[in-house]
């Protein structure tokens, strides 16, 4: 399979654990994103990685939340202490170099429930 | 912030029927993307378009760069089209900016 993987699919946690997830991009796309969807809404976007470089981040992304890319290739988004409100679908996306407008491929989602 | 506004919010349509989903946005875009998810969470991106018309078999994605409108049609809908039709747009930057979505169902 070729497409944009994520890891878990699904997380179950108590309120203040620390979670990690982990995103594999389409080999060839240098840019990667972090969205979060909550039910009945739209995705918002969380952060932009270009290479290993983390281009953009929204203001949604507090301090308990980090995300890397160390060697421009897979990712991983970090949350610290969760809280209710984190409960979620993260989704990442990849899109490739070429063209002034990007295609972005999804992949399953994260779906995280904080208990 | 685009804002991206979506309608309807809710659609339920018959086997067969034609459907249309509309998209407002309120500044100057470089593309705007149609996306369809199903139950489950996984996006797929339908269209990406930035002027005119694009056609994928049932479905056709028209832009109107003045007006700041796109709608998607779904010809000869189907029970199998049915899911939650998202529009975003990317501007300056690459992230994208969603709506809220259209709920489609279509009965047999």
């Known amino acids: 399979d070729t497409g944009v993987s994520q890891d878990p699919r699904h997380k179950i946690t108590k309120r203040g654990q620390n979670v990690t997830f982990r995103c594999d991009p389409i080999?060839?796309?240098?840019?990667l994103y972090w969205y979060r969807q909550t039910l009945g809404q739209g995705p918002e976007f969380l952060t932009y990685f270009q290479n290993e470089a983390q281009l953009e981040k929204s203001r949604l992304l507090s301090d308990r939340f980090s995300a890397e890319r160390p060697k421009g290739s897979f990712s991983t988004l970090e949350i610290q202490r969760t809280e209710q409100g984190d409960s979620a679908m993260y989704l990442c996306?990849?899109?490739?170099?070429?063209?002034?407008?990007?295609?972005?491929?999804f992949g399953p989602g994260t779906r995280l429930t904080v208990t | 912030k685009n804002e991206v506004e979506q309608s309807p919010q809710n659609l339920t349509a018959q086997e067969g029927e034609f459907i249309t989903i509309n998209c407002s946005y309120s500044?100057?875009?470089?593309?705007l993307h149609w996306l369809q998810q199903h139950p489950g969470g996984g996006i797929v991106s339908l269209f990406m378009l930035s002027s005119g018309k694009k056609k994928h078999g049932r479905l056709i994605a028209t832009i109107n760069i003045q007006e700041k409108h796109s709608s998607l049609h779904i010809t000869a809908s189907h029970p199998r089209d049915s899911a939650v039709y998202i529009c975003a747009v990317s501007n300056s930057g690459y992230a994208l900016n969603f709506g809220k979505g259209t709920s489609l169902l279509v009965t047999p």
């Open positions: 500044v100057g875009i470089s593309a």
């Open positions: 080999s060839e796309h240098n840019r």
């Open positions: 996306a990849s899109s490739p170099r070429q063209g002034a407008a990007y295609e972005q491929y």
